[in-house]
């Protein structure tokens, strides 16, 4: 016997007598929560740039500065702040129809904890 054959079969035995471990796996937590699909998500996305390009005289893109505070964009938002955005930009467009500030619906915050 050769001693590489030697050592392979020290190695074979070696591997046969180890223990069976399975490896220590553990989930990855996703930053986005499972509410949409791609196309959904998107719809969403195109929504809120179709009310922002719509209203942009009115001042609502200061609805999505603050909604992105810490994100580079709309598209970075979770789903469910995605929602959120959604629909305070449909509440925006029921004040600039019913001429009610955004501040006095409560859609401007102040402090930004």
């Not at 909604?67 to 509440?91: F, K, Q, V, Y």
Request: a neutral charge; one cysteine or more; aromatic letters at 6%.
């Amino acid at each position: 016997m050769s001693k590489t054959e030697a050592l392979l079969s020290k190695l074979v035995e070696r591997i046969n007598a180890a223990p069976d471990r399975k490896p220590a796996l553990y989930a990855v937590p996703n930053k986005r929560s499972p509410h949409f699909d791609a196309v959904a998500r998107e719809s969403h996305i195109r929504m809120i740039r179709s009310l922002a390009k719509a209203y942009r005289h009115f001042g609502v893109q200061i609805i999505i500065d603050q909604a992105t505070i810490g994100h580079a964009s709309i598209e970075d938002l979770g789903d469910d702040a995605l929602i959120a955005l959604h629909r305070d930009l449909d509440r925006a467009r029921e004040c600039i129809r019913d001429d009610v500030s955004f501040e006095e619906a409560g859609l401007i915050r102040h402090s930004f904890d």
